[in-house]
């Protein structure tokens, strides 16, 4: 018999319950034993689908209250000293205060779970002494065990990937850690084995990256340990996001089983099991089922891939289960209603991933025809999408062939445009200018729901993003910025608005994922071929433009953004769903250029967020996000300025390619790694427009014009202050009225004072 197991399920609930608990009970509207009893009923609720689903292997101890890495480091007690904690299991007040931050205490930092768009909280190692508080995942266990009869999989992140995530420590001081940690797990393994666990997942997701000689130490250590204490308990050492970085040392680790993802990481993993084999003695974890991904699995294609497998691995060694956890897709599809047919056929969300994930071992159990009207149901619904007409648009495939064949380029190279835009422009040196958007009120979002709700007519709707846009053009003159925007008032989010205007986009009405807390994110869906179908932004940007002399910059989302901010179809490869969306965005921009608009923003802030996993892929990658900027902004006249703008990441590894993107201006945030990007640029030289983000948008304070001078002096140390722009370090859209305004003065200010200091 073929088991069936699965490796988390998303705890956001079908009607994003999770996160309405969470936030009632940070806003003081639920006592803690009244969210303890809500938050145990949705955590029941998910581990009753799986058990009626027939998943032989359920995950436990996967849910949480807030982050599963952040669970892990209160479990052994790291807590950063900034917040009053004295032993003993941490209470909420404590683990929400590490996640949001107290009025004492500054939160930790929080940072992207790998290559997802999840974030998790990091644990910082500063001297605290790390005692085992609680044993979460045997509490986990218990409780499945006592209410629903399920015999659960307790899932624990293993201590090489926590450490690894860590922060607080010294290379050198890595290992201390690691002893200091090993026997506290162990800990957790015994009351584990004690309680008559049969099966614990440990986590190290780690290993698909870079794995040294010294980690494969590591591991024989962490694991001999582990088996010696526990010899009875299974463990199953999992691995997800990409294949494993040196394949044999890792399946010869003292473990009874070894989880391998055979969707991101299949190329690498399948080569890798073909020539090494696989050890007579372990169970092999088959990642089949994309946890990532929302599209229904071709099940034939994945039949065809176990049965290679079992002919490496026995049957009754194998089990079927998903890449990853499902924490990273929607809850069920059964609630959407408005898609099309043949999209709504083709998708499977984390319960439908679970029914899947039971097909399969049902028929590498029974045989195949015990499955053959299911099979059949997919053939057809496979079959619908590929043969749909949003997936054949034969004129986009041949348009997008052509032009992404040579490598685009602007007419004239950045020093030639530059005089010729310096001629036409004529601006002051170090322009000021803004990121786009300005601080969405209530009043404008109350404006935007009336309208979506039809309460309001189109022609009202539009009289009131058009006083927004005078306001505010009045407002940035008479503070004295040079280079103007709109303020992107007709925007919920930066790439909805695109999708809902593009072809070959759908959008969900429960698609929910968990981006980082309580914070959940519904990502368009990139089902068929990107078709631009009308202007999107000339409207507004060239009324904008009507009222002011001084020019506005027309305000678009960049192709790598759309993309890695999508979910996006997986039948053609990421790199030609970029050139779609780039040639798309490439009539966008001639539309505005031809509106007479002079300046373009195609902004970017996503683009180091695509980076794969593994080191020798990331090249590839960038040289196809920087052409598809390229194609996107190429076209244009040598006067018309092409701006960029990056922000979230840390981008002083990869200013070359930024630079490659050739952009006549980018911004670019640096409250988050201001002394990092400053070194690079000592390090390498950048040779076209360039504003470092003066002050963080992301706190209310206004910031001192004496802050602002510091930070352009030292940006000005290194980079040519003909070539410096001035901003503030990204949009402005979630600040107030008040102190934005406030915040434009001071720094127009700190421009006069460096214009009157380097001119002079
Ligand atoms: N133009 C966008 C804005 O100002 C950029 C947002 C971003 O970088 N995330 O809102
Ligand atoms: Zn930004």
């Given at each position: ?44 609720n ?31 007690g ?103 940690l ?33 980690d ?18 299974n ?10 970085d ?24 399948l ?9 007579t ?57 408005k ?7 083709a ?53 997008v062939?052509?032009?992404?064949s ?89 790439v ?20 980082y ?11 068929g ?30 192709p790598?953004?759309?993309m ?68 996107t ?14 922000c979230?990441c ?53 910031p ?6 510091t ?50």
């Open positions: 018999m073929v088991k069936s197991s699965n490796l988390g399920y998303p705890r956001i609930g079908e009607d994003r319950q999770w996160k309405k608990a969470l936030e009632a009970f940070w806003a003081g509207k639920i006592e803690e034993s009244e969210f303890h009893q809500q938050l145990q009923e949705i955590r029941l998910h581990l009753r689908k799986q058990q009626e689903q027939g998943i032989d292997l359920i995950p436990v101890g996967d849910f949480s209250y807030y982050d599963q890495v952040l669970d892990t480091a209160v479990m052994f790291i807590v950063p000293k900034r917040f009053s904690y004295d032993g003993g299991t941490v209470p909420l007040s404590v683990y929400y205060g590490i996640a949001r931050g107290t009025k004492e205490a500054t939160a930790s930092e929080m940072t992207k779970w790998f290559n997802t768009n999840y974030h998790y909280i990091v644990p910082e190692f500063d001297n605290t002494t790390p005692v085992l508080t609680e044993n979460k995942p045997l509490i986990a266990y218990r409780e499945a065990k006592e209410k629903l009869g399920i015999a659960g999989k307790p899932v624990i992140l293993g201590p090489l990937t926590f450490l690894k995530l860590s922060k607080g420590y010294t290379a050198a001081q890595f290992d201390t850690w690691l002893n200091i090993i026997p506290l797990y162990v800990e957790v393994l015994e009351q584990l084995a004690a309680e008559g666990v049969q099966w614990v997942q440990i986590d190290e997701p780690s290993l698909v990256t870079k794995v040294s000689n010294e494969i130490q590591r591991l024989n250590k962490i694991y001999s340990a582990f088996t010696a204490a526990v010899p009875n308990l463990i199953l050492l999992q691995t997800y996001f990409e294949a494993v040196h394949y044999e040392d890792i399946v010869r680790l003292p473990v009874q089983g070894i989880g391998l993802d055979f969707v991101h990481g299949l190329q690498g993993n080569q890798a099991i073909q020539t090494l084999g696989f050890p003695d372990k169970v092999l974890g088959a990642g089949v089922i994309d946890g990532r991904g929302i599209w229904k699995a071709d099940v034939r294609e994945k039949l065809a891939l176990l049965d290679v497998l079992a002919a490496i691995v026995p049957a009754d060694r194998l089990l079927v289960q998903s890449s990853c956890s499902l924490l990273h897709v929607p809850v069920t599809v059964k609630r959407e209603t898609l099309q047919p043949e999209l709504l056929g998708l499977a969300f984390a319960d439908e991933k679970l029914e899947e994930i039971q097909l399969l071992a049902k028929a590498l159990t029974d045989g195949k025809e015990s499955v053959s009207s299911e099979l059949e149901q997919c053939d057809a619904a496979i079959h619908a999408i590929k043969h749909s007409a949003a997936r054949n648009r034969s004129d986009i495939q041949q348009t062939a052509a032009v992404s040579d490598s685009p380029a602007r007419k004239q190279p950045f020093a030639q445009r530059n005089i010729a835009q310096a001629a036409k422009w004529n601006l002051p040196i170090f322009p000021t200018t803004t990121i786009g958007s300005f601080p969405q009120s209530a009043e404008v979002r109350k404006a935007r729901q009336l309208w979506r709700k039809g309460e309001w007519k189109e022609e009202q709707y539009a009289n009131f993003i058009r006083e927004q846009i005078d306001l505010w053009i009045k407002l940035q003159e008479e503070i004295g910025i040079d280079v103007l925007v709109h303020g992107e008032f007709e925007r919920t989010d930066m909805e608005f695109f999708g809902e205007k593009l072809g070959g986009f759908a959008f969900t009405q429960h698609g929910w994922v968990q981006s807390g309580s914070r959940c994110v519904k990502p368009p869906v990139i089902y071929d990107v078709a631009f179908v009308a202007p999107m932004t000339v409207e507004e940007t060239k009324y904008a433009q009507s009222k002011t002399n001084r020019p506005v910059k027309g305000m678009l989302t960049g790598i953004t759309i890695n901010w999508s979910f996006v179809r997986d039948d053609i490869s990421r790199e030609q769903i970029a050139y779609q969306l780039a040639y798309a965005l490439r009539l966008e921009v001639e539309a505005l250029e031809q509106a007479g608009i002079g300046m373009i923003q195609v902004d970017e802030p996503a683009v180091r967020e695509g980076l794969p996993l593994k080191a020798e892929d990331q090249a590839a990658y960038l040289a196809w996000a920087v052409k598809a900027f390229r194609l902004t190429s076209t244009v006249q040598d006067t018309t300025q092409i701006h960029t703008h990056m979230y840390e981008f002083h590894d990869m200013i070359d390619s930024i630079e490659a993107m050739d952009a006549d201006v980018i911004s670019i945030e640096t409250s988050r790694s201001h002394g990092e990007l400053i070194h690079s640029f000592e390090q390498n030289t950048y040779e076209l427009g360039i504003g470092l983000g003066v002050y963080d948008i992301h706190s209310p304070r206004v001192q014009v004496e802050e602002m001078t930070m352009i002096d030292r940006a000005l140390r290194v980079l040519d202050p003909k070539l410096f722009w001035i901003n503030p370090d990204c949009g402005l859209k979630t600040r107030g009225y008040e102190e934005t305004v406030a915040s434009l003065r001071n720094m127009v200010e700190a421009t006069r004072i460096a214009r009157d200091k380097y001119t002079a």
